[in-house]
Each structure stands twice: as structure tokens, then as C-alpha cells.
């Protein structure tokens, strides 16, 4: 495409990106939006296991078992990145959650310090580090923060300790921090291949395909230098003008709902109805939301290596920041000898600019965030795909755990008709007495494939073409080893063997 399209020019970057969207499969495209954007959140476990030496295999070590049948989630009397451990000061007035509510989040405040008066203004020592670790954990869990949007009461925090803030995340992390007078941007890094993080539609949870990204990609390159005040209609034309154009209108409007989401655009009608309505653009917001230029890059896969890039010890700092658990197996060489010699200093100083725990176990490290606000997924959370999965995780610790003396890795392989049966024995005791979703207790297929995304993308079941794999991890969530357990007496189970019979 070459020249403007209704008045609108495309970026050339962001054009060639929203192709590479196109072309590329679902998992590949999830990793191209963490690279290309860094928008994704931390996450973490939640519950500490009790302490155990570095030297303790996961598969043996203490547990934070937490029965999953027929729990429900207590409801959070307040929402909010508010944990500063450490700290007696822990400034219960600040509100950052997602879900806060803020009137008019589309609308900037008369003055860009009109929310600073919700924090107290005692800049004793105790506070001071407080305030820090709020908007440090604040940012990593949400990237891009604006004045306005449901993040704002947080936002003074950032402003005010800005260049601390941006000193640390660069020092720890290489992620380069900008705060304006209207939004602060924590440009993260991408976390590489294979690292099941993807973009999500903000009201209904449906993840995003490649022809979703692809319009994403597609409508931020001709809204970087779009006027304020925008007709609906000119802007779809131009996109549909584009190469690639907009196939699906489920994609196009997942696009803008999660532009909407941003900020960057407001007034976005219902549906894309109204092609006469006029849309109003934030450009700056726009032009923050891609983290590097895609241009540098010679294809999709060059892009997502390049985003990963950087020295061994502030590529496993990321690591620890970002996901539940960093396996030494999982590192290349230089990375493991990078945590080999700084074990406990280098968990430590995250763990104190974060306010986690370090959970240092044989086959790698976790840093723990008990409050459970550090994170996109809990796996102790509520409803039918996260009880399931608790309880299947635990069953197929039991079943498939070494013992202790046997030579293992961080993975033990976990044939897909066991989690079959498992998970038949589970819907059939706990499902309607735990009242979990009809839909899903009538397609057990769909329980089962969202009961292991869920478990995948905490890191703790694996997919390798050899077949799927129960990683180290997983133990933390299964009851105290029994090391000979009963067989299963489900109906789904397989019998013991009888007297005289192999096992």
C-alpha cells in the first residue's frame, strides 16, 4: 500500500507488522504481540509453601496444598496493587486495581496532580519505600498506566517517584520506564518464544487470533498521526483499503475494544455501527503502545528473538519478574551459571523492589507473591476451568511423582489418557455438587483443553512433541507425598492389578 488512504498515512513499521500478524499461526502471533508490544502483565503463584532448603526437590519439598472441591473465592473487600511487604506503612487509601471503577476513565483531570491528594504527604522513610514498591508492582502489572483510567489513583506514585523508578527497572530489568504529564509506559521487554502470553479481549476473556492482532497492528499504524477528532467510517476505510484488510468483523472489533481499553480511543460505538461516529484519538497513547520498531527486524521470528535479547543476568531477572518459576533446565548456559553464582542475591533484590517471596527450590527459583495481585492468573481462583485444574494438577502429582532416590529431571512425562481419566473422576465426584458450569460438565472436551491452557500457562504442564510433560513446580499444589498410594477408585480409573499380576 502505498499513499494516504481517506487523508490517513500508515506507518510503515506498524504495516509491515499487522502482515506478519496475518501470516502467523496462533501461538507464533501471541508471541509476536509480546514482543512487538511487551503489554503483558507479571504473574506469579500465590501461596508460600513452608521453608525448605535450595536443596529440596520441588516433587518432595513442603506444599501449599489448598483443597480445591467446593471452594469458592472470598470476594476482596478492595481491589489493588496495595501489598508493600515490608513495610508498616502500606498506604490502604491507594486503589489501583482493574476493576476500581474511576468516573469518566476516558477523561483527563483538570490538573495532572489533581489525584496526588490521596496519598499522604509524610515522606518519612517507611512511606517513601512504600509509595516505591506500589508503583513498581503497579507498572509491571500493568505497563501502560494513564491519569485517567482505572489505574489513575496510582498514577501520582509513578509520577513522583519517577526517576527512582526509572533508575531500578532499568538497572533490574533493562525495561525503559517514560512517564509524561498523562501516562507512564513501562517498556517491556519480549520474553521469547514459546512464552504463552497473549492478548485478551477486555470484557469477554476470548484470546485474541492472528487476524485480531492483525488489525490491531493494522489500526495503530494509521492512528499514530491520525487528527484528534476521527470519523469512524474514514478509519475503516482506510483499513479496509490496507494489505492485509480486516477478514473477520469479530477481529476488527476485538481490535478496537481493546483499543478503547488503552485509551487510545474513545467514543468507540457498539458493535462499529455507527460509521458516522466520530472517534477521538489519543496519538501519544498510540505511538506508546508498540515497544520497538519493527523495522530493525527482518521477519516475524527475527523480531520476537530480537525482543528477547540481553545479557544473562538481567535476562533471568526478567524471568523471575515476569513468570511463576525459572527452571535451571529451562536456561541456556550462561544464564545458569549467571544464577548459580548470584542464587540468593539475585532473587533477593527483586523480591525487595517487588515485595515477593523467594521460593529457592532444587530445580529452580520462584518468587511468590501470597496477595495474589502480582499476576494475570491464580490458580487457586474461582470458577469451573481453575478448580479443575487445581484438582487435576494435585491427582497427577500423586500419580506420576518420582520417589525419592530416582533420577529425574524437572519433568515427568504425563500420558494424555491418565489426565482423561483424572479429570472424568473429577467432574464425576465434584462437578454438580461443586455446582460448576453445565456447558462445561456436558463437553467434557472443552473443560479438559481449558482445565490445561490454564495449567500450561502457569508454567505447570508442558507440550513437547514427545507429549506432555507434569513440571517440578506442580508439586507445590499436591497433598504431602504419601510414597505408596492407593490406585484410583474412580470409574475412570484403572483398576489395581490383581494378586500375581504386573503392576
Known sequence: ????????????????????????????????????????????????????????????????????????????????????????????????????????????????????????????????????RIAARLLLAHPLVTASGPHADGFPLIRRHRDWLTERFDTLLGYPLVVGPWH??????????GAVRRLE????????????????????????????????????????????????????????????????????????????????????????VPAGPPAL????????????????????????????????ADLPEDQRAWLRDHRHSGPAALADFLGLEAEHRAEGVALLDPAEELTDLALSGGGTAAQAALLLVERLVEEVRPLPGETTGADVPVPDALIDGVLGDIADEYGLRAGWRRDYLADRTALRRDALDLL?????????????????????????PDLLPAPGTGRHSRPAPRAGQPA
Open 456 to 480: 500450561h500457562r502457569m508454567g505447570l504442564i508442558a507440550t513437547r512433541p514427545s507429549g506432555r510433560l507434569l513440571r517440578a513446580p506442580a508439586a507445590r499444589y499436591a497433598p504431602a
Open 1 to 132: 500500500m502505498s499513499g494516504p488512504l481517506s487523508g490517513l498515512s500508515p506507518d510503515p513499521g506498524l504495516l509491515r507488522l499487522a502482515r506478519w500478524f496475518a501470516e502467523a499461526g496462533p501461538g507464533a502471533a501471541d508471541d509476536l504481540c509480546a514482543a512487538s508490544f511487551g503489554l503483558y502483565p507479571a504473574r506469579h503463584f500465590g501461596a508460600p509453601a513452608a521453608p525448605s532448603g535450595p536443596d529440596v526437590s520441588w516433587w518432595h519439598g513442603p506444599t501449599a496444598h489448598m483443597p480445591a472441591p467446593l471452594r469458592t473465592r472470598e470476594p476482596r473487600t478492595a481491589t489493588g496493587l496495595r501489598r508493600a511487604r515490608r513495610d508498616a506503612a502500606a498506604l490502604p487509601v491507594v486503589l489501583s486495581g482493574a476493576k476500581s471503577g474511576t468516573p469518566g476513565r476516558h477523561r483527563r483531570p483538570e490538573h495532572p496532580r489533581s489525584a496526588a491528594t490521596v496519598v499522604p504527604q509524610d515522606r518519612s522513610g517507611a512511606t517513601t519505600a512504600a509509595e516505591r
Open 297 to 328: 527486524a527482518d521477519d516475524a521470528a527475527d523480531l520476537v528473538r530480537r525482543a528477547a535479547e540481553a545479557e544473562p543476568g538481567t535476562a533471568v531477572r526478567r524471568r523471575l519478574a515476569e513468570t511463576p518459576a525459572v527452571l535451571v
Open 201 to 288: 479481549h477486555p470484557a469477554t476473556g476470548a484470546p485474541f487470533t492472528p487476524g485480531g492482532y492483525a488489525g490491531l497492528a493494522l489500526a495503530l499504524s494509521l492512528l499514530v498521526d491520525a487528527p484528534e477528532q476521527l470519523p469512524l467510517g474514514a478509519l475503516l476505510t482506510a483499513m479496509n483499503t490496507a494489505e492485509p484488510a480486516p477478514a473477520d468483523p469479530a477481529d476488527l472489533a476485538m481490535a478496537f475494544a481493546v483499543l478503547a481499553d488503552w485509551q487510545v480511543l474513545t467514543d468507540v460505538p457498539a458493535g462499529l455501527a455507527d460509521a458516522s461516529a466520530v472517534l477521538t484519538v489519543d496519538r501519544q497513547l498510540a505511538r506508546a
Open 184 to 193: 507512564a509506559r513501562l517498556h517491556k521487554a519480549g520474553p521469547g518464544p
